[in-house]
């Protein structure tokens, strides 16, 4: 894979090349001691007077002890106790060390670059024919905008005329393409494939969905994740322990055994030449941008490594119903006579005929499902003498006879004898001048991928999965059978739903919850973990969750769980193999069985190491 290389580190590895030629043309010529002293020295400063700087600076500041300040102190003591060549290798290394995690944390930051490289430097606006160039910035809502094939969709809006295909990769990491016709929404960022589109734009740029989930992403780094925070309390105590320790092996032992005070002082360089928590500092970090970076190659925008690291700890899932684990639109999956010699294709064509007449200037849900099952176009001279029964249903006049189509409180209340429905879905049943035509079955399609999540959650050691919705017990049973959850709560109102996930807290679960984001703000900021489902163009699902799903596809769900704890598990390999070799040879080098190329090793080797484990992170599959 090539790798391109900024002016920075392009100009690093001329000092490492450079450094390294003196320093090996030192060694092979046959120079005095003084002079290859010199000449070791000079290669010494070459690569390592940036650090030398930052210390007494740092110093001069009052911020003598980091890292800089370590690495100085043990490189400069090398050469007190002649020992050059080590000191030269510390500072060479720890450079080379610091060129691959720069090399590393920018290649992982490029990747999401390249994802957020989603927006258009301009813009094509038509107005009374003439096309005007203008940036994103400029747009106003309702104007009228060109895109042409290969261009940028800038804004969020609604196609007006043209038809084509959309390249949505950036926004869900869906590699095919999507097809789009008049009075489509689509989304900024998009790639218009074939043939140009006139769009009417809807929002402004800054309200756009490529510049929240811009937002989004560049923000993800600021908040700290357990673990982050962890090394930072760490590196506080640790550095004045470790110059103090050092100091105490250098003065003490010579003092009141009598021994050589150069032997103990090589002893405490050591020392603080391998106790360095480079490994510490670079790694774990470094892992929670690759772990982010691969989530949103996936379409799968998590908020923080903090957020990153609570989906690794989750052992519930609790799903919303309608518009999460269902569709969200409904349609009629029956119509049913209320007696066998009924129950013919012509009398349920009529009631789905009448139905849609009575239901012709209504936009409910349950009224649009019913005219698209109808399918024709609705003669509206028909229809006399409406009225609106709120929260019941709607009777009127057709063709001269008196309807009534609605729920069972709407036929009690016309005196209609029904017949009950076992199915599970929304019933509407129908009458004429109170006699009793049958019912139609309104139910909301289960998203196909829907049991194949909870099989694969189920896999990845999550306890439980529970479903909880606002609508009838019989309904939210049957939907939790098809897919395999075993535990759900129906008749909910959004105050119940929020309850119910802190009882769930309160037992000591580890809660996720996934939700549409729209109607479950409440809920989502109350779990360990909210995530929405669904979120593209909605303002609520991104604020109030911490994880946001770029499509609809309830599978991603896996997906983030399974980088999250391959993340989690790279991060504690870091911290526990730098730990491990760094704390052994801290022990043998206090014992004096450690040189000094041990020492160099436990501090930029392991760091080398580590940086190498991280990048795993960017690449989980």
């Not at 000079?42 to 002890?65: F, P, R, S």
């Not at 055994?257 to 002082?265: L, Q, R």
């Not at 429905?421 to 139609?440: A, F, Q």
Request: glycine content about 6%; overall charge negative; charged content about 25%.
């Amino acid at each position: 894979m090539k790798i391109k290389l900024e002016q920075s580190q392009k100009y690093i590895i001329l000092r490492l090349a450079l450094s390294l030629v003196i320093f090996i043309t030192a060694l092979i010529l046959p120079f005095d001691k003084t002079a290859r002293f010199f000449a070791i020295f000079i290669a010494y400063i070459i690569i390592g007077y940036d650090i030398l700087y930052a210390a007494v600076n740092n110093t001069l500041h009052g911020q003598w002890l980091d890292e800089q300040f370590l690495m100085s102190l043990a490189s400069l003591g090398a050469f007190f106790i002649d020992q050059s060549p080590e000191a030269f290798a510390v500072m060479f290394f720890y450079q080379l060390g610091e060129l691959f995690q720069d090399i590393a944390v920018g290649k992982s930051r490029k990747s999401i670059e390249e994802l957020l490289n989603i927006v258009p430097e301009t813009a094509v606006k038509v107005v009374d024919g003439k096309e005007i160039a203008l940036s994103p910035e400029e747009i106003e809502l309702s104007d009228t905008l060109l895109v042409k094939p290969g261009e940028r969709v800038p804004v969020d809006g609604t196609v007006i005329k043209g038809f084509g295909a959309l390249d949505v990769a950036a926004l869900t990491g869906e590699s095919i393409p999507k097809d789009i016709a008049p009075n489509d929404k689509i989304y900024s960022g998009s790639i218009n494939l074939s043939g140009s589109i006139l769009l009417r734009a809807d929002s402004l740029y800054k309200d756009s969905t490529v510049s929240r989930i811009m937002d989004l992403i560049e923000n993800s780094f600021d908040k700290k994740a357990r673990s982050e925070k962890f090394i930072t309390r760490f590196s506080r105590y640790y550095t004045p322990v470790v110059v103090l320790s050092a100091l105490a092996l250098a003065f003490i032992p010579p003092i009141f055994i009598g021994e050589a005070f150069s032997k103990w002082i090589e002893r405490a360089l050591i020392f603080l030449v391998a106790s360095c928590p480079c490994a510490l500092l670079v790694s774990v970090p470094l892992s929670f941008v690759g772990g982010l970076g691969s989530a949103s190659k996936n379409g799968i925008l998590i908020k923080s490594a903090g957020d990153l690291e609570a989906l690794s700890k989750t052992d519930t899932f609790v799903f919303d119903k309608t518009g999460t684990i269902t569709e969200g639109s409904f349609e009629v999956s029956g119509v049913h006579s209320p007696t066998e010699q009924d129950a013919n294709e012509e009398h349920k064509k009529y009631m789905l005929d009448i139905s849609a007449t009575l239901e012709s200037q209504s936009l409910h849900p349950i009224a649009v499902s019913i005219k698209k099952a109808h399918g024709k176009e609705i003669d509206l001279n028909r229809i006399d003498k409406v009225h609106e029964h709120a929260g019941k249903g709607v009777s009127a006049m057709v063709d001269g006879d008196n309807f009534a189509l609605g729920n069972a409180t709407l036929m009690e209340d016309t005196g209609v004898k029904y017949s009950e429905c076992t199915h599970p879905g929304t019933v509407v049943h129908l009458s004429r001048d109170k006699e009793y035509l049958g019912h139609i079955l309104i139910s909301d399609k289960i998203k196909k991928d829907a049991k194949e999540t909870i099989a694969r959650l189920l896999e990845l050691n999550i306890k439980r999965c529970i479903m909880l919705s606002g609508d009838r017990e019989n309904v939210v049973k049957n939907v939790a059978k098809e897919i395999g959850i075993d535990e759900y709560y129906a008749e909910l109102m959004p105050e119940d739903k929020v309850k119910k996930v802190e009882q769930f807290l309160n037992e000591g679960h580890k809660t996720a919850f996934v939700g549409d984001g729209i109607n479950d703000a409440p809920v989502l900021m109350r779990a360990d973990v909210g995530i929405a489902m669904g979120a593209l163009g909605s303002d609520a699902a991104i604020e109030s969750a911490d994880i946001v799903l770029m499509d609809d596809k309830l599978i991603k769900l896996p997906k983030a769980l399974k980088i999250s704890k391959k993340t989690m598990r790279i991060v504690r390999q870091n911290i526990v193999i730098s730990l491990f070799i760094k704390f052994l040879v801290l022990i043998l080098g206090a014992l004096g069985k450690a040189p000094i190329w041990a020492a160099v090793f436990a501090d930029v080797g392991v760091m080398i190491l580590a940086v190498f484990n991280s990048l795993r992170t960017m690449y989980i599959k």
